[in-house]
T-cell receptor
Framework: AQTVTQSQPEMSVQEAETVTLSCTYD???????LFWYKQPPSRQMILVIR??????QNATENRFSVNFQKAAKSFSLKISDSQLGDTAMYFC????????????FGEGTQLTVNP | NAGVMQNPRHLVRRRGQEARLRCSPM?????VYWYRQLPEEGLKFMVY????????ESGMPKERFSAEFPKEGPSILRIQQVVRGDSAAYFC?????????????FGQGTRLTVV
């Protein structure tokens, strides 16, 4: 069984600064994928970044990067140069090889970027 | 290529009525997933369907909930005799195949309110 835990219900950051959102997970498989999704007030789920567990290199997408610590089962999201449009709920999610495209989500972190 | 289309965006039902939620997957996608998001929580997997087949319904409540994905037309999530606890956002996602490496694309969700 998969579990994903986000221990920070809310976070805030000043515009242009850097913020890190935490996520831990548990899985019994060796092959799995990890994701961060953004859910703005429109409720649309937007994929921010993904990480394949077999890759040691941390994924980056422009201002977004992850710190993937496989042994610790930790997968944090760093947002650099925060922008007002980054204000949203952020969900960490995992997907195991045996569960195909089925995702397991964490509880979410509400990020507010202040001007 | 239109994204995943869900309708209606908002649905209000009185207790005891039926709710029908529709999901049209992206063109070329034959795999559909339904998730439920209760207030202040992350998304929880409900059911995974391919055309005319339910593949995994392990997340579906045992009673009152059913899903289908007919050969023609959208996938339907049906909730009979709705109760207040069914109030939630229901998301549909689709993918072209069932592998962990395949991204699932989400619709904007249907917010069901039971009064």
């Amino acid at each position: 069984a998969q579990t994903v835990t986000q221990s920070q219900p809310e976070m805030s950051v000043q515009e242009a600064e850097t913020v890190t959102l935490s996520c831990t997970y548990d899985t019994s498989e060796n092959n799995y994928y990890l994701f961060w999704y953004k859910q703005p007030p429109s409720r649309q789920m937007i994929l921010v970044i993904r990480q394949e567990a077999y890759k040691q290199q941390n994924a980056t997408e422009n201002r977004f990067s992850v710190n993937f610590q496989k042994a610790a089962k930790s997968f944090s999201l760093k947002i650099s140069d925060s922008q007002l449009g980054d204000t949203a709920m952020y969900f960490c999610a995992s997907r195991q090889e045996t569960s195909g495209s089925r995702l397991t989500f964490g509880e979410g972190t509400q990020l507010t970027v202040n001007p | 290529n239109a994204g995943v289309m869900q309708n209606p965006r908002h649905l209000v039902r009185r207790r005891g009525q039926e709710a029908r939620l529709r999901c049209s997957p992206m063109k070329g996608h034959s795999h559909v997933y339904w998730y439920r998001q209760l207030p202040e929580e992350g998304l929880k997997f409900m059911v995974y369907l391919q055309k005319e087949n339910i593949i995994d319904e392990s997340g579906m409540p045992k009673e009152r909930f059913s899903a289908e994905f007919p050969k023609e037309g959208p996938s339907i999530l049906r909730i009979q005799q709705v109760v207040r606890g069914d109030s939630a956002a229901y998301f549909c996602a689709s993918s072209p195949e069932w592998t962990a490496n395949t991204e699932a694309f989400f619709g904007q969700g249907t917010r069901l309110t039971v009064v």
